[in-house]
C-alpha cells in the first residue's frame, strides 16, 4: 500500500468531515436561527377554520314589525371530509342521501364538487364554500327526512340535519320597501382579500368575510351590514394532509347580528304604496280630471312621507317595483333580467332617492324665500299675466292663465308662473345679465343651495342621487363638456334632417351654432325657468320632502335617514342612529310663516283645493299646506307632483308624490296624497280620530320597540297579523347535534 | 495457592469458545465497538423515528399501528445476523467469491428490468415477492460493487506498486454495468452514490492523480450532456432543480423539499416530542419512514436529536476510515474504503435534500430508513468492515 493511498484516504476523510459540518450547519440555521417562520408554515399548514355563521339581525319598523328576518330552513349538509374518507369517494353515499331528500342523483352529486376542481360542473351547481365546510345540499328538507338521516348515523357518516337561518322579507301589511331593504348576495373575492388583509393590519371593527357569507348588496342590507351581519363562530381543527380532522382546537360560538330598528311605518309604507300605485292606474285608466280626463304613460313614480322633524324616513316607495324575496338564495337570471330591463323600466331603481326630475312649481317653496331676499315684499301685489317677455321672446304662464293684478299670496295659491319669471328675471338684469361679474351670487340658486338641492341629502342608503341646480357654473361646465359637438354640428349641420325636414335642419343648425358660440350663457330665460323649477335644474322626490320639511319645522334641515337604532337581540340599546341637524335655511321665520299659511291657503283655495274637495278631507281638523307642481319634459308628458305637510299649525309630517309622465299635479298625485294624510291622521269620514291613526296620535312613533328575552319583538296591538313570527330564529331554536367532527 | 507459577498459551489446553471469544486477540475483544455501538444506537433511535411516522396513518387505516414497526426490528434482527456472518469468515477468501457476487448482483439489476420488477414511488427498482416481501437488487449490488472493484484495484501487485491504467480501466468496466442498469430503472440517487462510491476506490487505491481529475471531469461532462440530451425524464429534472427555489411548484415538485424542511424547521432546538409533530403526524411529508424519515427526527426530537443522529453517523464514518488506514491489506483498505464513500455521499445527500440543499433522489438514510434491502445490505457492508479491522495482523 502506498503513500499516495493513505494520504487520499486523508483527504477523503477530510472531504467527509466537511461534509457532515454542512449538514449541521444548515440544520442550525432550519432549526434554531429561522424555526419561526418554518413553525408558522406548519401551522398555516395543519389547521382549518370551521366557520358556523352567525344569524343575521332583523330589521323591523319603528313600531317592532318585521321587515327582514331569518326564516328557519331545515338543511341538510355533508361533510366533504366524509365522503374523501369512503373508498368509493362517496358515490353511494351521496346517492342515499339524494334518495332520502329526493332529488336526483347527478344534482346532489355536482353539488359536492368544489367549484374549480377537475370534473366539477360549472358555477351555480357546484360548491363555492371551502372544501372544510359542510356542503349543504338542500335547505327544503321536512323533519321526517332530517329524522331518517340523524337516526341512521352509521349510513349517513358525515351527513347533517339542522336548523338554519334563510333571509325573508315578510312584508307586514303589505309594505314592500324593497327598493329600502335591499337585499344580500355572495361575497366576492375582492371583498375576501381586502377583509383579510384589514385583519392583517388589525382593523378589529370589520368582521373577517367567509366565502360563504352572504352580504348585504343594496339598500338597508348593505348600509348596516356591519351591524346586521354578526360575529361568526369559528371552529379551528388540525387536519392532516388530506385535509382528514385529526382533533378541535378552538372554538367560539356565533354572536347573533343586531337589530335594526327603523323610521319606516309598515302600515303608512303598505298605503304609501298603495296610494302610488293608485295614482298610477288613474294616471293610466281615468285620465286627468285636470285635463279633460286625458290619460298619461305614468311610466313610474315614487312617494315620500318624512317626519318634519327629525328627518326619519316614515315611507317611501317607487313604482314599478319587485319582491325583495327574488333575491332570496340567490336570484334567477329570468328575475334579475326583469328587474335590470328597460322594458319594465329599470324595477331596480328607486325614484324616490335615485330618480331625477325637474321640480316645477314645487319649487316655488324655494324660489319665493329668495324673491324676498331679492327685496320684493311678501305683503305687496304684483300683475300676473298669461304671458312674460323675456328678452325678445314671451314665457308663457304654463298651469294658469293671467289673473290680473294679484297679492303675493294669491300667486302663490294659483301658482302664477309670470310674477316668478318678473322676480327671476329683474333679479337677472339687475346682476348684469348675461354681463354679470364671475363669483355674482344669484339669491334664487343660492337659495336651492341652502336647501340642500344639487346633492345628496345624506340619507343612510347607498347610491344617492345628486339632482342638478342648473345655474352659471353647472351651465359653463356644461358648455365646456358639450361645446365639442355642438360646434361640430354647426359646422356640418343636419344633411340626414335636411333631406325630409329643411326647416328643421336650419332650426337645429341655428342651436347649434347657438350652443357652440355662447352656450356657457346663463341667460334671462334660464333665471326665469329657475325660478319656477323647470330647464335643466333637477331635485329627487326625497329632496323635495326634505324642503317641506325645512319649511314646516321652521327652518332646520333635517337630515333625511331610515336607520333609527341599534339593538342587541335582547333588546338593549347598542347606538342611536337619529342625525343630528345643524344647518339651518337662510330664511328669517315670518317668511317661513308667511310661506306656511299660503301654502295651507293652496289646499284650502288654490291648485291644492280639488283633490282635497273631491276626497271630503276634514280640512278644518288637519289642515294641510301643499303645492301642485306639473313638469314640463322635452318629448315626454308632464311630471305630476304633489309636495306637502301636514298639519299646518303643528307639522308632523311632510308628504310629496310624483309620477313620471303622469299629468298635473292636482290630478294625479295630489288625490293620492289626500288619501295617505287619512291614513296618517286617522280621518275617517269627516271625523278625525287620532287613536286610530297610523302611526297612533297622529304623530311618528318616538319609543324604540320592546324586545322580550327570548329575542321576540312585541308586535302593535290591532295589526292584523297580530301572531306575526318575529323570532329571530336561529339562536335560540334546538340544533341537531353535529357528529363526526 | 500461588506457587509463581503463570499459565501461558502455550501449556494450557485449549480454551473453550466461549473463552476464545473474549481472548485478548478473539474476536470479542478485537471487534470495533464503538463502530458496533454507533450503528445499533442509530438502528434504536431509526426505529422510533419509523414507528412515530407510520404510526397515524395505521391508525386512521385501521391497522395495527406497530405493524411497520415490528417488520422494521424484525429487519434489524436479519441484518444484524448478515453482518455477523459478514464478519465471520476472512474476508480474503471473499476475493475468489467476488466474481459470483458481481454476477448475482447484475443478474438481480438486469431482473428488475424485466417484467419480474415493480414500480415503487417512480423508481422501477423493485422485485416483488410472495408474501408481502419485496427486494431492491440496487442496495445489494452496492456491496457487490464495492467487493469486485476493490479486488480488481488491489490484485496482481504487491504493497508497493499502484493500479496501472489497466487495472483502473477493468475495475471502471466492472462499474459500469450496473450503473447503466440502475439508470435505466431509472434510480438516480444510487447512481450517484455508486459514482461517489466509485470515485473514492479509484482516488484510494492510489491510481494516477489524471484517473481521479478525469472521472470528476467526466462525472460533469456526463451531467451536462444528460440534462441536455433529454436522457434525463422531466419529473427528474424537476426535482433536481427543486432544491434550488422549493417555493416555485409547492404543489409539484417542490412539495417534498418545502414540507420537508417546514417539519424540520418546526422542531426547533429541542424538537416536539416523539409522536407529537403536527407535520408528522399529520403525513404532510410524503415518503417519511423510508427517505425523508430524516424530518421525524428533525421535528419531533428538534436539534438536539436529530444532531444526535448526526453524530452517530459521523462516528460510524470517522470508525470506518479508521479501519481503512489501519487495513492489513489494499483489498481490506478499499472495501472500507467503498463503504464509506458509500455511506458518507448516501447519508449527506438524504439529510442534504431533506433540508433543501441537495436534490430529491430516493435513497435511504444508512441504518435509520425503513426498508430490508438497505438495512441488509448496510449491515453486510459494517460486517465486511468489522471483518477487516478483526483481520488485523492475523
Known sequence: ?741 | MSTGYRATPYTTAPPRRSARLLHRDGVVRRMDWPLVLAVLALTGIGSALVWSATRQSLLDSGGDPQSILKKHVLNIVIGLALGVVASLFDYRMLRAYAPVLYVLSIGGLAAVLTPLGSTINGSHSWIVLPAGFSVQPSEFAKVALVVGMSMLLAEKRDAEADPRDVDVVLALGVAAVPLALVMLQPDLGTALVISALVLGLVAVSGAPIRWVVGLVAGAALTAFVAVQAGVLKDYQIARFTAFLDPTADPKGAGYNVRQATIAIGAGGLHGQGLFHGAQTQGKFVPAQQTDFIFTVAGEELGFVGAAGVVLLLAIILWRIGRIAIGADDLFGRLVATGVLCWFAFQAFENIGMTLAIMPVTGVPLPFVSYGGSSMFANMLAVGLVLNVHMRRYA
Open chain 1, 1 to 741: 500500500m502506498s503513500e499516495r493511498s493513505r494520504l487520499r484516504l486523508v483527504v477523503l476523510q477530510v472531504v467527509v468531515l466537511s461534509l457532515l459540518v454542512t449538514l449541521l450547519g444548515r440544520m442550525w440555521y432550519v432549526q434554531v436561527l429561522a424555526t419561526a417562520s418554518y413553525r408558522s408554515a406548519a401551522a398555516e399548514n395543519g389547521t382549518r377554520q370551521i366557520v358556523t355563521p352567525a344569524a343575521r339581525g332583523m330589521i323591523l319598523d319603528a313600531r317592532g314589525r318585521p321587515l327582514a328576518r331569518n326564516r328557519t330552513a331545515l338543511v341538510v349538509s355533508i361533510s366533504r371530509t366524509a365522503l374523501l374518507r369512503q373508498p368509493d369517494g362517496g358515490r353511494q353515499l351521496v346517492a342515499r342521501v339524494a334518495t332520502v331528500i329526493g332529488k336526483p342523483f347527478a344534482e346532489v352529486w355536482d353539488r359536492t364538487r368544489l367549484c374549480g376542481s377537475p370534473g366539477a360542473p360549472p358555477s351555480p351547481k357546484c360548491f363555492n364554500g371551502s372544501p372544510y365546510q359542510p356542503i349543504p345540499v338542500t335547505d327544503e328538507a321536512d323533519t321526517q327526512m332530517a329524522l331518517q338521516i340523524m337516526e341512521r348515523r352509521e349510513d349517513f357518516p358525515g351527513v347533517t340535519a339542522e336548523l338554519t337561518a334563510v333571509r325573508e322579507y315578510p312584508q307586514p301589511l303589505g309594505a314592500n320597501a324593497a327598493h329600502e331593504l335591499g337585499y344580500l348576495g355572495p361575497v366576492t373575492d375582492e371583498e375576501l382579500a381586502q377583509r383579510a388583509a384589514g385583519a392583517r393590519r388589525g382593523a378589529h371593527n370589520e368582521t373577517v368575510l367567509q366565502r360563504t357569507d352572504l352580504v348585504g348588496r343594496a339598500g338597508l342590507e348593505r348600509e348596516y351590514d356591519d351591524d346586521l351581519r354578526g360575529t361568526p363562530g369559528v371552529k379551528t381543527l388540525a387536519v392532516d394532509h388530506r385535509g382528514a380532522v385529526n382533533s378541535t382546537l378552538a372554538e367560539t360560538q356565533p354572536t347573533a347580528g343586531n337589530y335594526l330598528v327603523t323610521t319606516i311605518d309598515a302600515q303608512v309604507q303598505a298605503e304609501a304604496e298603495k296610494q302610488l300605485r293608485a295614482a298610477i292606474k288613474r294616471a293610466r285608466t281615468v285620465g286627468d280630471v285636470n285635463k279633460g280626463f286625458e290619460k298619461r304613460k305614468a311610466d313610474s313614480g315614487a312617494v315620500v312621507v318624512l317626519d318634519v322633524r327629525t328627518g326619519g324616513v316614515v315611507a317611501m316607495a317607487s313604482w314599478p317595483t319587485y319582491d325583495p324575496n327574488i333575491w332570496v338564495g340567490g336570484i334567477s337570471t329570468a328575475d334579475y333580467r326583469s328587474i335590470t330591463s328597460k322594458k319594465n323600466n329599470y324595477p331596480n331603481q328607486s325614484r324616490a332617492f335615485q330618480g331625477e326630475f325637474a321640480p316645477a312649481s314645487t319649487f316655488k317653496a324655494v324660489s319665493l324665500p329668495a324673491a324676498v331676499k331679492a327685496g320684493y315684499s311678501l305683503h305687496a301685489s304684483y300683475d300676473c299675466p298669461s304671458a312674460y317677455p323675456i328678452g325678445r321672446s314671451m314665457k308663457q304662464n304654463y298651469e294658469s292663465h293671467g289673473y290680473g293684478i294679484i297679492p303675493m299670496r294669491r300667486a302663490i295659491e294659483v301658482s302664477c308662473d309670470t310674477v316668478f319669471y318678473k322676480f327671476a328675471y329683474e333679479t337677472w338684469l339687475r346682476q348684469g345679465g348675461l354681463h354679470a361679474k364671475k363669483g355674482t351670487k344669484d339669491p334664487f340658486t343660492t337659495m336651492a343651495q341652502a336647501y340642500g338641492l344639487g346633492r345628496p341629502t345624506g340619507l343612510d342608503l347607498p347610491s344617492e342621487s345628486n339632482g342638478r341646480i342648473a345655474d352659471r357654473a353647472w351651465k359653463q361646465a356644461y358648455w365646456k363638456a358639450t361645446r365639442d359637438f355642438y360646434c361640430a354640428k354647426a359646422k356640418s349641420g343636419y344633411p340626414a334632417v335636411a333631406r325630409t325636414d329643411p326647416a328643421r335642419a336650419t332650426y337645429l343648425r341655428r342651436l347649434s351654432k347657438e350652443n357652440c358660440v355662447d352656450g356657457w350663457a346663463y341667460r334671462g330665460g334660464d333665471a326665469a325657468n329657475f325660478a319656477i323649477g323647470q330647464g335643466d335644474t333637477t331635485v329627487t322626490p326625497l329632496q323635495m320632502a326634505r324642503v317641506y320639511a325645512a319649511v314646516a319645522n321652521g327652518g332646520r334641515l333635517v337630515t333625511p335617514h331610515i336607520g333609527r337604532a341599534i339593538m342587541t337581540p335582547q333588546g338593549t340599546l347598542v347606538r342611536n342612529l337619529e342625525p343630528k341637524t345643524v344647518r339651518h335655511i337662510p330664511v328669517a321665520p315670518s317668511t317661513l310663516a308667511w310661506l306656511r299659511s299660503a301654502l295651507r291657503g293652496v289646499t284650502e283655495r288654490g291648485t291644492g283645493f280639488g283633490p282635497f274637495a273631491r276626497a271630503q278631507f276634514p280640512l278644518g281638523k288637519v289642515p294641510v299646506a301643499s303645492k301642485t307642481g306639473t313638469g314640463e319634459v322635452f318629448g315626454k308628458q308632464t311630471t305630476s307632483w304633489f309636495a306637502s305637510f301636514a298639519p299646518e299649525t303643528r307639522p308632523q309630517y311632510a308628504v310629496v308624490m310624483m309620477v313620471s309622465q303622469g299629468g298635473t299635479g292636482s290630478g294625479i298625485a295630489g288625490p293620492s296624497v289626500a288619501e295617505l294624510y287619512k291614513t296618517l291622521f286617522g280621518v275617517q269620514g269627516s271625523t278625525v280620530d287620532l287613536a286610530k291613526a297610523s302611526p297612533p296620535g297622529g304623530r311618528p312613533t318616538s319609543a324604540l320597540p320592546r324586545v322580550r328575552a327570548d329575542g321576540t319583538v312585541v308586535q302593535p296591538a290591532g295589526d292584523p297579523s297580530t301572531a306575526a313570527e318575529t323570532r329571530q330564529a336561529a339562536p335560540f331554536l334546538p340544533r341537531y347535534r353535529r357528529e363526526g367532527e
